[in-house]
Structure formats: C-alpha cells, structure tokens
C-alpha cells in the first residue's frame, strides 16, 4: 500500500525560482545550467565568454525552458551589483546562487606570480563571497528564502600534489565559507550548501592535465573521471524542497577517487 500523500519534500520542481550559475559558459555551469532549467526555474547564465552563453540560452529555450545570458567576471567585484540589478529586471530576483566559476593555477607554489595568486584567489573565493553577499542581502532585504550552492573540491580535503596548491586552499576556504554564511543565515531561511566534486572531465580539467602532465592524477578505484551529470542529482537535492533542513553541509561526491 502506498503512501497516504505525496511527502512534499520530495519535489525537484523550481518553478518560480529564479537561478544564477557563474562559470556557465562551460563544464560543470553549462551542465548545473541546463538542469536547473529543466527543473522549471528561469535560469541566469554568467560567465566572460558571452558567445558560448548566448547559445547556452538559446539551446536551454529550444527545449522549453527559460534562460538568459549575462556577462559576469566574477573577480571583478564591483561588476556584480550591477549585473544582479540586470538579472532582477529581465528574471526577478534571484533566489538559487550556484558559484561555479573557478580557475586552477596548474603550477608549484614556488612559481606562481601574484598576478596568478590574485586572479585564483579573486576568482574562487573574493567574487563568490561578494556575490553571495550580494545574493543573500537582497533576499534578506525582501524576507524571501534562497539556496546558495558553492562548488569546492576534494582537493579541500585530500591534495597528492602535482602542482594545484593555490586551487586546494582556495576551495578549502569555500568550504569554510560555506559553513559560516550557513551559521549567519539561516535565520532568515538561506540555505548554504557545497559540492565537493573529485575530478571531472571537463574543459578545466582538459587544460590542467594538458600543462601538468597525466601524471599529474593519481589512479583511481574504478580507473574513471566523472561526468558533470553525474552530479545533477546533488545539485538538485540541494536547490530543491528536499533539502529544507540541510544548510551548511559539504557533500562530497567523488566516485572513491579520494579513498585510497
């Protein structure tokens, strides 16, 4: 005999919310993207490559769903007002945040510039902290609830070397970050969530290995990279009614890449 009702906690629909992906324009954001999109939400894709969102939108809208493509440089801070005050006029108000946009050094500590230390401090951490302030001080603002995802990295918790230490701290502090805006919000309904995915074929990782060397990856258990959709699923428990009471939780999800 089945279930009396329907548990609503166990709904994927997002129609009505209005979702952002910073780094859209590729890998991980054009997947995250998509299925946002698939789950009803209207979608605000961002990232510098503007071509590649342009055509992200319009695929997202050639399968019925809605979306709409912004220019956003996530290290340039003061950017991002302005073009969340764009997002609110063409989409409403924004109340799904996934900071995806990220860069890696791919070189040894002893080597990095600063140029290159503030591009992936300013990039991974500063500009999604900016933003999700941003993001959380205007739902507060309206007494609305809100999901905010961060994608970090099982190089957060376990790093074999090979020339990404900038990128392991960096996604450490997001998980950090993670942890304490959940502390700070939750009052007011926004929940803080992370990803820690292990490594994902994608045009980041396509790049890494390109200047490190395949070397560069340990062998892993099942002798395979994931897929982004292999974490649609994740994504959508945490956006989604599901995950009402979990807000500052990392889910790691990373095929037993890390448990050697």
Avoid at 117 to 144: H, K, M, Y
Avoid at 203 to 208: A, H, Q, S, V, Y
């Amino acid at each position: 005999m089945g279930l009396p009702v329907t548990p609503p906690n166990l709904s994927s629909d997002l129609t009505g919310q209005v979702a952002l992906v910073t780094g859209a324009s590729s890998g991980l954001g054009h997947r995250f993207a998509e299925v946002l999109a698939a789950c009803g939400a209207r979608v605000a894709v961002a990232a510098r490559r503007t071509d590649r969102l342009h055509d992200l939108a319009a695929r997202i809208r050639e399968a019925g769903g809605e979306a709409e493509p912004f220019a956003l440089d996530v290290s340039a801070v003061d950017d991002i007002a302005p073009v969340v005050d764009a997002i609110e006029d063409r989409l409403g108000r924004v109340s799904i945040l996934v900071n995806n946009a990220g860069v890696v050094d791919a070189q040894h500590a002893t080597r990095l510039t600063r140029e290159k230390t503030d591009q992936v401090f300013d990039t991974n951490l500063r500009g999604p902290f900016a933003l999700s302030c941003e993001v959380a001080r205007r739902l507060i603002a309206a007494g609305a609830p809100g999901r905010i995802v961060n994608i970090a990295s099982m190089t957060a918790f376990d790093y074999w070397g090979g020339g990404a230490a900038l990128y392991a701290l960096t996604k450490g502090a997001v998980v950090r970050m993670t942890e304490v805006l959940a502390v700070e919000w939750s009052r007011f309904d926004i929940n803080v969530n992370a990803i820690a995915p292990g490594v994902v074929a994608s045009e980041m990782t396509d790049g890494m290995l390109a200047r490190m060397g395949p070397d560069a990856l340990p062998p892993f258990p099942r002798g395979r990279m994931g897929a982004p959709e292999d974490l649609d699923s994740t994504l959508v428990y945490l956006v989604s009614p599901a995950s009402s009471f979990v807000t500052g939780t990392v889910i790691k999800a990373d095929d037993g890449q890390n448990h050697r």
